[in-house]
């Protein structure tokens, strides 16, 4: 579940800086993807952690 959840959080963070940065849908697909990835990791790094201390 919050592999998931720091999916979506990291393909919305991406999405937002390609439009800060003024990118076009292909640069905003992009961010998002490298978001999905990195907010998986993430989620997944922050599971493993949580289940090694309960």
């Known amino acids: 579940m919050i592999v998931i959840i720091g999916m ?3 393909a919305l963070w991406g ?4 439009k800060q940065r003024g990118g076009d849908r ?12 990195v907010g998986g990791l993430l989620g997944l790094f922050i599971t493993i952690g949580l289940e090694k201390l309960l």
């Open 15 to 18: 999405v937002r800086n390609a």
């Open 26 to 37: 292909k640069d905003m697909a992009q961010y998002g993807v490298v978001g999905v990835i």
């Open 8 to 10: 979506l959080a990291g």
